[in-house]
């Protein structure tokens, strides 16, 4: 049975960090490519980060800079390192497994506020 289960989320003020994690199992996770997903109040899921099994990255283009997405194969771990938080990093954040079927986690609310 496959699971993704996130954590760290939490509430944080502007310019702040917070670190999620999605412990993975049921399958094998190093020939996956992983994502963070995340959808604010009244938006689209949108795409975060992706990393490949060899650890490859790739970012959208508002948390360039930023966030920092890496893997821990041994452990089946998926991080995202997220620093200098602002009010737009506002959502639910998901982690995804890529392939066929694909997978998301639960999700875990990220809220940036004064």
């Known amino acids: 049975q496959v699971r993704l289960v996130e954590s760290g989320g939490g509430a944080v003020q502007p310019g702040g960090s917070l670190r999620l994690s999605c412990a993975a199992s049921?399958?094998?996770?190093?020939?996956?490519?992983m994502a963070w997903y995340r959808q604010g109040p009244g938006k689209q899921r949108e795409l975060v980060a992706t990393i490949t099994g060899g650890g490859a990255t790739n970012y959208a283009d508002s948390v360039k800079g930023r966030f920092t997405i890496s893997r821990d194969n041994a452990k089946k771990m998926l991080s995202l390192q997220m620093n200098s938080l602002n009010l737009e990093d506002t959502a639910v954040y998901y982690c995804?497994?890529?392939?066929?079927?694909?997978?998301w986690g639960q999700g875990t609310q990220v809220t940036v506020s004064s």
């Open positions: 049921g399958f094998i996770f190093t020939l996956y490519t």
């Open positions: 995804y497994s890529f392939g066929s079927p694909s997978y």
